[in-house]
């Protein structure tokens, strides 16, 4: 009786396939010799199923699964915070650019920790925009070239200027996300120094 109550306190494990080979060994030949125990292992295995070992997921894999999922969720937040960052620009006359860009650069070097990416993403997008909202404004590029080229000495200067305040407002937008950048790496020097204490 004590063996048939050890029997099924293992048969999980047996059937998973995850106990010693002599304790599989034993399993079998009691497993042989009781029609009780034999019984409730088989509706065990009718009820559930027991997938191969080699079916089974290593544990590298599911590790890999997770990273990536959780890269996809990492990417998620960052252009969510990318969107909204944009949505709020400078050119929408509100201040909440200084909140949004201050998030995308947290997101942004929270999770990549690179200063690199922080710059461009926050400086890039609003430059290219800064300079088709100017030339916009004028209705189309040609109307935006001859009236704006009247109050320039040449084309140079004309597309310079245009450089020059798309870059000015870029590095605008970048500072506060720089700020947002600096306080993620303090939270993530802060996390890691409690991590070791």
Not at 13 to 22: A, N, T
Not at 66 to 80: T, W
Not at 128 to 147: E, F, V
Request: proline share 2%.
């Amino acid at each position: 009786m004590n063996d048939c109550r050890i029997v099924e306190d293992l048969l999980p494990l047996y059937e998973e396939d995850l106990l010693h080979k002599e304790t599989v060994e034993w399993m079998d030949t009691h497993l042989s010799k009781c029609d009780a125990c034999r019984s409730r292992a088989n509706e065990t295995l009718t009820q559930f199923p027991v997938t191969s070992i080699k079916s089974k997921k290593t544990a590298s894999t599911m590790m890999k699964n997770a990273i990536s999922k959780l890269a996809i969720y990492q990417l998620l937040l960052v252009l969510l915070s990318f969107a909204f960052a944009m949505s709020t620009s400078i050119f929408a006359n509100s201040f909440q650019f200084i909140l949004s860009y201050f998030v995308l650069g947290f997101m942004t070097f929270y999770f990549y920790r690179s200063w690199i990416l922080t710059l461009l993403i926050s400086i890039v997008p609003i430059s290219i925009w800064s300079i088709y909202d100017t030339i916009a404004s004028y209705g189309s590029y040609g109307k935006w070239y001859t009236q704006a080229l009247e109050n320039h000495d040449s084309a140079i200067g004309l597309f310079s200027t245009l450089l020059g305040g798309s870059l000015l407002m870029g590095i605008i937008h970048t500072v506060f996300a720089v700020l947002g950048a600096v306080v993620a790496l303090l939270t993530k020097k802060i996390t890691e120094k409690e991590e070791t204490s």
